[in-house]
């Protein structure tokens, strides 16, 4: 199968593509940053590119602070968070981010050799060349197709094939996601399947990866559970001492996997709470009629219209209060 020739039948390759092939043929070394702690998607969006730019003479470094899931491991010895020399990198990737302030670094990156590859509505364009397309529901269909573009020979590498189908199913939820308007993550996994990948494998990772500590975390946070507005708001935290006791942490994708299983619910919030910097992380999901997003995005966070998210300075209770606040003020006043 082409699949070169079926993704420009069915979807196109943009000239922003062209664009940044250029610069990553261009370039000698290579740095390519995620967001702030980087799930799946952004994961799998690093990882395939840096391993396929290797194959072709480049020298990458995939950069993150972390703290990366259990089931993430297997990758987290690929990344560092230390950069000797910027000045000598001829090209800064920004993947799956949509804002500046969304990467854990403390110098800043030069606009001229920065690439943004994106698909949230609220990326800001902060790149010299920017493709950002929200019709997908995964940053990892971005590079799918950029390698695919690029003449990538995926029969070469199954890690590579394989991390960019666990990138796209992790954000399309394992085709929970799947909407009229967001379906190209089907024919992406077709095609990778065609290459190689185990979808199987991909599930194991996302739902059969946990150990008992980590379901018994779990536990304690569906017990915390609290609703509001005849039970069409859902939301619970989890507090930095939850973590420590146990030693785990809680993917939100098996989290929220249980709380949106609740049918009166509408939105969904989890609200990770990190006493010692005084500050929440707070994840947001919700049903195709509302935009978390924007509500996420006075706060400062951003995402999609029905996932999200926002890390806001302040105490639980406090951070509670004016989160949920607006989603009245906004949804239902």
Same mark, same amino acid.
């Given at each position: ?8 039948? $069915?979807?196109? %390759?943009?000239?922003?593509?062209? *664009? ?21 998607? !952004?994961?799998?969006? =690093? ?12 020298? @990458? ?20 968070? &230390? $950069? ?8 800064? /990737?920004? $993947? ?8 854990? /670094?403390?110098?800043?990156?030069p606009f001229e050799k920065v690439i943004v590859l ?5 990326? *800001? ?22 390698? /695919?573009?690029?003449d990538y020979s995926f029969e070469k590498n199954k890690? $590579?094939?394989? +991390? ?5 199913? #992790? ?36 739902? @059969? ?28 935290? =989890? ?5 420590? *006791?146990?030693? /785990? =942490? ?7 996997? =249980? ?6 619910? &509408?939105? %969904? ?16 999901? !919700? ?8 509500? !996420?995005?006075? %706060? ?16 639980? *209770? ?11 003020? +906004?949804?239902? #006043?």
């Amino acid at each position: 199968m082409d699949i070169k020739s079926t993704i420009e039948t $069915v979807k196109g %390759f943009p000239k922003e593509i062209a *664009e940044i092939a250029r610069e990553l043929n261009n370039a000698k070394k290579i740095i390519i940053f995620g967001h702030k702690n980087p799930d799946m998607d !952004c994961i799998g969006s =690093q990882v395939s590119l840096a391993l396929a730019m290797r194959e072709r003479g480049k020298e @990458v470094i995939i950069y993150s602070n972390g703290p990366f899931h259990s089931y993430m491991a297997d990758y987290e010895k690929l990344y560092t968070n &230390k $950069v000797e020399n910027i000045d000598d990198i001829d090209l800064f /990737v920004v $993947v799956d981010t949509s804002s500046l302030n969304r990467i854990d /670094v403390d110098f800043e990156l030069p606009f001229e050799k920065v690439i943004v590859l994106d698909h949230h509505v609220t990326n *800001e364009n902060f790149g010299k060349v920017n493709y950002i397309d929200s019709d997908l529901i995964s940053a990892t269909e971005i590079i799918f197709m950029l390698l /695919v573009y690029m003449d990538y020979s995926f029969e070469k590498n199954k890690t $590579v094939v394989q +991390i960019l189908l666990d990138g796209i199913l #992790s954000d399309n939820g394992y085709y929970k996601h799947i909407r009229t308007d967001k379906y190209m993550s089907l024919i992406f996994t077709y095609l990778l399947i065609s290459k190689g990948a185990n979808p199987k494998e991909t599930y194991d990772k996302m739902y @059969v990866n946990n150990n008992i500590a980590e379901i018994k975390l779990l536990g304690k946070i569906l017990d915390r559970i609290e609703s509001l507005k005849g039970d069409q708001i859902i939301y619970t935290y =989890q507090t930095d001492n939850d973590e420590n *006791e146990n030693g /785990v =942490q809680v993917s939100s994708a098996l989290l929220f996997q =249980q709380m949106t299983s609740i049918k009166t619910g &509408k939105i %969904f919030l989890y609200f990770k709470v990190n006493t010692a910097e005084n500050k929440v992380i707070v994840s947001m999901r !919700c049903s195709p009629e509302y935009d978390i997003g924007s509500i !996420c995005n006075i %706060f400062g966070g951003g995402g999609h219209k029905v996932a999200a998210g926002a890390t806001i300075s302040g105490d639980y *209770e406090t951070v509670k209060k004016k989160v949920l606040d607006k989603i009245l003020e +906004i949804y239902f #006043s």
